[in-house]
Antibody
Framework: QITLKESGPTLVKPTQTLTVTCTFS??????????VGWIRQPPGRALEWLAL???????RYSPSLKTRLTITKDTSRNQVVLSVTNMDPVDTATYYC??????????????WGQGTRVTVSS | DIVMTQTPDSLTVSLGERATINCKSS????????????LAWYQQKPGQPPKLLFY???IRASGVPDRFSGSGSGTHFALTISSLQAEDVAVYYC?????????FGQGTKLEIK
């Protein structure tokens, strides 16, 4: 059974860097085809894909946020970390960790964490 | 970027009636080499993360009731609930995974009349 859980600060100040961690179980990020990504959802708004990291360390980023995002993995700890620099109030959102590749296709998100709510405010 | 547009934004349907949500992509998401449409549907109930309903436009994910169906090809897609149940109240999103950036529709809120 695949599970993912996000952790990180609930409140960050403008210009700070947000670091959120996804701890997962039920699969290995060393398995061919596996990937973990991040998607966010501002309050009352739609979903926005941010980043994806594959088993072979290939990384994909949203072009609109690419300069501010870094995604890394620690396969020994079953964790994926997303950093977002220069946070702004518009970055206030629930950040979801997602599993991808379960149907042999990256970008298809078959398991989701419960999300971690992040507010950007001074 | 591929823009995904859903219609309507909200929908009110009586219990037991049919509900249809449409999704249009700004370019074709049909990959000719394998004739697959790179389109997924998700259901998000209040206070919960989204749940995958369909992939390849019409393949039900595990555990999805058969009153749900997905259809369409190329740029036009639909999610249909044949007989609305109370537990189907949710926001529904389509998403293309044809190319990065992966993009979602704006969501359709489904309510009971």
């Amino acid at each position: 059974q695949i599970t993912l859980k996000e952790s990180g600060p609930t409140l960050v100040k403008p210009t700070q860097t947000l670091t959120v961690t996804c701890t997962f179980s039920g699969f290995s990020l060393t398995t061919n085809g596996a990937a973990v990504g991040w998607i966010r959802q501002p309050p009352g708004r739609a979903l926005e894909w941010l980043a994806l990291i594959y088993w072979d360390d290939d990384k994909r980023y949203s072009p609109s946020l690419k300069t501010r995002l870094t995604i890394t993995k620690d396969t020994s700890r079953n964790q994926v970390v997303l950093s977002v620099t220069n946070m702004d109030p518009v970055d206030t959102a629930t950040y979801y960790c997602v599993h991808s590749g379960g149907y042999g296709q990256g970008g298809l998100f078959d398991f989701w964490g419960q999300g971690t709510r992040v507010t950007v405010s001074s | 970027d591929i823009v995904m547009t859903q219609t309507p934004d909200s929908l009110t349907v009586s219990l037991g009636e049919r509900a249809t949500i449409n999704c249009k992509s700004s370019q074709s998401i049909l990959y000719s080499a394998n004739t697959k449409n790179f389109l997924a549907w998700y259901q998000q109930k209040p206070g919960q993360p989204p749940k995958l309903l369909f992939y390849w436009a019409s393949i039900r994910a595990s555990g999805v009731p058969d009153r749900f169906s997905g259809s369409g090809s190329g740029t036009h897609f639909a999610l249909t609930i044949s007989s609305l149940q109370a537990e189907d109240v949710a926001v529904y999103y389509c998403q293309q995974y044809y190319t990065t950036p992966y993009t979602f529709g704006q969501g359709t809120k489904l309510e009971i009349k």
